[in-house]
């Protein structure tokens, strides 16, 4: 059984985020967190989420 659990994105965890990647079929068709991560320091109406299994970050979300 998972623990997902979606976590604000802030200034100790961003650099994990931006280290996640798409799969390479993904590429072209998704942005990466960074390139995310860019637009949401622009825009406070961006909400980037991280998205953890228990303590280990899996993956990202923004909103």
């Known amino acids: 059984m998972s623990n997902l659990s979606l976590i604000p994105v802030t200034s100790k965890n961003r ?3 931006e280290e ?3 799969f390479p079929h993904q590429t072209g068709f998704i942005e990466s967190v960074a390139e995310c991560m860019k637009e949401a320091d622009q825009l406070a109406a961006w909400h980037p989420m991280c998205i953890y299994d228990k303590d ?3 993956g990202f979300t923004m909103y």
């Open 15 to 17: 650099r994990a985020a």
């Open 20 to 22: 996640l990647e798409v």
């Open 56 to 58: 280990s970050i899996m």
